[in-house]
């Protein structure tokens, strides 16, 4: 990760999770000046005594750590998570969190501000290929995407030189694969239906995505990208290759056990998100591509490592 217009350029983070983790790692290892803003103290631990790494442990959603950052800040990337499940987890990490990034870059603006929204905004449960104009409505939305799209509106005005709102397809990677963890557990019956595309993007390819959002100069202004690997499987489809990869059955799906993961992710008419999300726009602007450009080249690195353990 190189930097524009100064020897060791800034870059502030908010969140220290599974996709923040690995932005301050990159940028660490290339040569930024990286301030942390997490709840979690014991998340941004690792990263002490870094000698450019400084963390700030704080609620996104107070103005506590307006004064403790950085004035001034080459990229600001907002990915936190969303702070347990309920509604107001959500709406208190998402928007409230938005709230006062805004309020603080409107007296520090960053030059590039990038935002990790979800593909979860997109309502559409028949097959159909998704561009960035197809999310749902307000008055379409079911609550959870109402909290994402008011975020993303406030994301899109944040005081800065170019905003980037990165709708993120479903992360995986080390460390984050459920369902091979589930089939490594021994699960043979799935809750719920395999028969809906799962869109899927690489941990590596999302911290890629940011970086590209960044280097590559987009236009001052507002943009709002998907960023998915482009080849959507079934969970079925996944699901049996993963299977046979371990040499086991693949797994029976039962319809009349939906999961309560399952049941969070249901559009506003009860039906399983199933779409194809088209990343192309992003790939046109940015030139980025992924490295890890299907389910099966993702996971093929995962299930070696599996194998040892």
Same mark, same amino acid.
């Given at each position: 990760?190189?930097?524009?217009?100064?020897?060791?350029?800034?870059?502030?983070?908010?969140?220290?999770?599974?996709?923040?983790?690995?932005?301050?790692?990159?940028?660490?290892?290339?040569?930024?000046?990286?301030?942390?803003?997490?709840?979690?103290?014991?998340?941004?631990?690792?990263?002490?005594?870094?000698?450019?790494?400084?963390?700030?442990?704080?609620?996104?959603?107070?103005?506590?750590?307006?004064?403790?950052?950085?004035?001034?800040?080459?990229?600001?990337?907002?990915?936190?998570?969303?702070?347990?499940?309920?509604?107001?987890?959500?709406?208190?990490?998402?928007?409230?969190?938005?709230?006062?990034?805004?309020?603080?870059?409107?007296?520090?603006?960053?030059?590039?501000?990038?935002?990790?929204?979800?593909?979860?905004?997109?309502?559409?449960?028949?097959?159909?290929?998704?561009?960035?104009?197809?999310?749902?409505?307000?008055?379409?939305?079911?609550?959870?995407?109402?909290?994402?799209?008011?975020?993303?509106?406030?994301?899109?005005?944040?005081?800065?030189?170019?905003?980037?709102?990165?709708?993120?397809?479903?992360?995986?990677?080390?460390?984050?694969?459920?369902?091979?963890?589930?089939?490594?557990?021994?699960?043979?019956?799935?809750?719920?239906?395999?028969?809906?595309?799962?869109?899927?993007?690489?941990?590596? $390819?999302?911290? &890629? =995505?940011?970086? /590209?959002?960044? +280097? %590559?100069? #987009?236009?001052?202004?507002?943009? *709002?990208?998907?960023?998915? $690997?482009?080849? &959507? =499987?079934?969970? /079925?489809?996944? +699901? %049996?290759? #993963?299977?046979?990869?371990?040499? *086991?059955?693949?797994?029976?799906?039962?319809?009349?056990?939906?999961?309560?993961?399952?049941?969070?992710? #249901?559009?506003?008419?009860?039906?399983?998100?199933?779409?194809?999300?088209?990343?192309?726009?992003?790939?046109?602007?940015?030139?980025?591509?992924?490295?890890?450009?299907?389910?099966?080249?993702?996971?093929?690195?995962?299930?070696?490592?599996?194998?040892?353990?």
């Amino acid at each position: 990760m190189s930097g524009r217009g100064r020897t060791a350029p800034r870059l502030l983070v908010f969140g220290c999770g599974y996709v923040g983790g690995a932005v301050v790692e990159a940028s660490l290892a290339g040569g930024w000046e990286v301030t942390i803003v997490s709840r979690s103290a014991e998340r941004m631990a690792r990263f002490a005594g870094h000698p450019r790494a400084a963390a700030v442990a704080a609620d996104l959603a107070t103005d506590t750590w307006h004064r403790r950052v950085p004035t001034a800040v080459d990229l600001a990337v907002n990915c936190v998570s969303g702070g347990g499940g309920s509604p107001q987890d959500y709406r208190r990490a998402y928007v409230e969190g938005m709230r006062s990034i805004a309020a603080w870059a409107g007296s520090a603006p960053p030059r590039t501000f990038v935002y990790t929204s979800s593909t979860g905004v997109y309502p559409q449960s028949g097959g159909e290929t998704v561009s960035e104009e197809d999310a749902a409505s307000m008055d379409n939305a079911s609550p959870r995407q109402r909290i994402l799209l008011e975020a993303e509106a406030l994301a899109r005005r944040v005081p800065a030189e170019c905003r980037v709102v990165l709708r993120l397809a479903g992360i995986y990677g080390p460390g984050r694969h459920y369902l091979l963890d589930r089939l490594v557990d021994g699960v043979r019956v799935f809750e719920g239906t395999g028969n809906f595309y799962l869109n899927l993007i690489h941990r590596e $390819d999302a911290l &890629a =995505a940011i970086l /590209a959002a960044y +280097a %590559a100069s #987009l236009p001052p202004g507002a943009h *709002t990208f998907n960023v998915a $690997d482009g080849h &959507a =499987a079934t969970k /079925a489809e996944i +699901a %049996a290759w #993963l299977a046979a990869r371990l040499k *086991t059955p693949p797994p029976v799906f039962d319809p009349s056990r939906p999961s309560p993961r399952a049941l969070r992710r #249901l559009g506003p008419g009860g039906a399983p998100p199933h779409r194809l999300v088209d990343p192309s726009a992003f790939k046109a602007a940015t030139g980025w591509q992924p490295a890890y450009p299907s389910f099966e080249d993702g996971y093929l690195p995962i299930l070696d490592m599996v194998r040892r353990c």
